[in-house]
């Protein structure tokens, strides 16, 4: 399985970006998608994951309200909407694939629960 993100630039605050994550090389039914980022200095972090063949979705804290991952799987494309975009958000946006099944969507916030990793995208948002 192959990732490809995209849609990172410079925007300013409270602008909107779109990220798309293309997944090549699987079948799309079988994998939940997530996305994480890594801001300058920091470790990876969890930012959303959505199951690819139901409705389940999860946020993590820092963009809950503002962030929206949805998918395409006819494109076999995963989307994260970023709105009301913060200075703070800044930082590598990667996305993932997971092979793995969890009752609990809280499993999917570790790194260690995906197994396809993006090349990743940069957003940069001014103040």
């Known amino acids: 399985v192959q990732l490809q993100a995209s849609g990172g630039g410079l925007v300013q605050t409270g602008d909107s970006l779109r990220l798309s994550c293309a997944v090549s090389?699987?079948?799309?039914?079988?994998?939940?998608m997530g996305w994480f980022r890594q801001l300058p200095g920091k470790e990876r972090e969890f930012v959303a994951y959505?199951?690819?063949?139901?409705?389940?979705?999860l946020y993590g804290d820092a963009v809950k309200g503002r962030f929206t991952i949805s998918r395409d799987n006819a494109k076999k494309t995963v989307y994260l909407q970023m709105n009301s975009l913060k200075p703070e958000d800044t930082a590598v946006y990667y996305c993932?694939?997971?092979?793995?099944?969890?009752?609990?969507?809280?499993?999917?916030?570790?790194?260690?629960?995906?197994?396809?990793w993006g090349q990743g995208t940069l957003v940069t948002v001014s103040s």
């Open positions: 959505s199951r690819w063949s139901g409705g389940s979705t």
């Open positions: 993932a694939a997971s092979e793995q099944y969890y009752n609990s969507g809280d499993y999917y916030r570790s790194e260690g629960s995906w197994n396809y």
């Open positions: 090389g699987g079948t799309t039914g079988g994998y939940s």
